[in-house]
């Protein structure tokens, strides 16, 4: 069981908009900020947003992320086939005095 | 360009003891802070600890505490991670992560490739 709550699947059609939701608590991201994580199949985690919305150098801006209160999202528009892959939400928690994850959510291109 | 390279695949029988590796390039090796984290089989991700190379401290999450040992050799810019008797449960990829800045609690902005751990009778 995750610390953090996602959808386990999300799904959209090319050019659509997808949004994936990251719920937790007082003590990670009501207190931190989230970053998430795009993994490609076989594949380690690459950092996709952190700070709650910025983006690396290199990432679309087609990706964006969001926070409110214990909750954050992650937006992704103009969705291409290219985008079929997990995502992970994190934020650190100051009780376990450590990162917790999401469990993922699978992003399929229909 | 910051690498973090890990050792290859492992297949143990439960019991076994087991120590992987990452090694780092591109940066200053004793300055930060290297993470580990866990996915098993068709997964989520767990941070399972952080390990400060150049001093030694550790800080592990509770689910892993006196389960692993986190460790570094400075002069090689590598870091590891041990197990004294493996479990079946054991059985995961394991990734290293640095951190964006030199803050434990940094977001671990870069990723080793994985080490998948097999442990079978």
């Known amino acids: 069981q995750s610390v953090l709550t996602q959808p386990p699947s999300a799904s959209g059609t090319p050019g659509q908009t997808v949004l994936i939701s990251c719920s937790g608590g007082?003590?990670?991201?009501?207190?931190?900020?989230v970053t998430w994580f795009q993994q490609l199949p076989g594949t380690a985690p690459k950092l996709l947003i952190y700070?709650?919305?910025q983006r690396p150098s290199g990432v679309p801006g087609r990706f964006s992320g969001s926070k409110s209160g214990t909750s954050a999202s992650l937006a992704i528009s103009g969705l291409q086939s290219e985008d079929e892959a997990d995502y992970h939400c994190?934020?650190?928690?100051?009780?376990?005095?450590?990162?917790?994850f999401g469990g993922g959510t699978k992003l399929t291109v229909l | 360009e910051v690498q973090l390279v890990q050792s290859g695949g492992e297949v143990k029988m439960p019991g076994q003891s087991l120590r992987i590796s990452c090694e780092a390039s591109?940066?200053?090796?004793?300055?930060?802070?290297i993470g580990w984290a866990r996915q098993r089989p068709g997964k989520g991700l767990e941070w399972m600890g952080i390990?400060?190379?150049?001093?030694?401290?550790?800080i592990y999450t509770p689910s892993f505490r006196g389960q692993v040992t986190f460790s570094a050799d400075t002069s090689i810019n590598t870091a590891f991670l041990q197990w004294r008797s493996l479990k079946a449960s054991d059985t995961a990829i394991y990734y290293c992560?640095?951190?964006?800045?030199?803050?434990?609690?940094?977001?671990?902005?870069?990723w080793g490739q994985g080490t998948l751990v097999t442990v079978s009778s």
């Open positions: 591109g940066y200053s090796f004793t300055t930060y802070w």
């Open positions: 007082s003590s990670n991201i009501g207190s931190h900020t």
């Open positions: 994190a934020a650190y928690d100051d009780s376990l005095n450590g990162w917790v």
């Open positions: 390990n400060h190379v150049g001093d030694s401290e550790s």
């Open positions: 992560t640095r951190g964006h800045n030199w803050n434990y609690d940094s977001f671990p902005q870069f």
């Open positions: 700070n709650d919305y």
